[in-house]
């Protein structure tokens, strides 16, 4: 229901003497209410409009906590290999020298300009400063993420068609 046909049912119930008329769609509820006679004179009339949330709302919260889970698998998976000693150790330093491409946005982060095309990185390739790496798709808009450092792809940090939040880390590089 619009503004208009809004008002033109108040005017109705108004004129037509009825206390009360409530219309229900499944997407909102409308009541009009309507005084006694001595308060219609003053012109007096409530309008209540109920509408409920989008239904796409929840389903966008059901959606955000799925790719938490992921991170916390793989921080769970190097979990075991402290006990192995020195592993873990080494692999901590190698990772101290290793420079991180991170989101500058909140968007979708895809690997490829389209499901056809060729990835825009992959491990072991080579990258220099201004090399498309990703698109982060932020409001339907398609962002091309250029790295800011020169070198050799590492390891990817993320799935693709994921969520990424902003400064949330998505290749490793060693830089060269």
Do not use: H
Request: proline share 9%.
């Amino acid at each position: 229901m619009n503004q208009k046909e809004i008002q033109d049912l108040i005017k109705f119930v108004s004129k037509s003497g009825v206390t009360e008329v409530e219309i229900e769609e499944k997407d909102f509820k409308i009541t009009i209410k309507s005084e006694s006679k001595k308060k219609k004179e003053k012109e007096e009339n409530t309008v209540y409009i109920q509408q409920p949330m989008p239904q796409q709302m929840p389903q966008q919260q059901v959606q955000a906590p799925a790719p938490q889970p992921q991170p916390e698998q793989q921080a769970q998976s190097p979990a075991p290999s402290p006990n192995d000693g020195g592993g873990s150790k080494a692999e901590a330093k190698e990772d101290d020298n290793l420079l991180t491409i991170k989101s500058p946005m909140i968007g979708t982060f895809y690997r490829a300009s389209s499901p056809e095309k060729p990835l825009f990185v992959e491990v072991g390739d080579t990258v220099k400063t201004g090399d498309t790496v990703c698109i982060i798709e932020a409001m339907k808009l398609f962002n091309e993420i250029e790295s800011e450092v020169s070198g050799k792809i590492v390891k990817v940090l993320v799935d693709d068609a994921t969520p990424v939040e902003y400064d949330q880390p998505l290749f490793l590089v060693e830089p060269s």
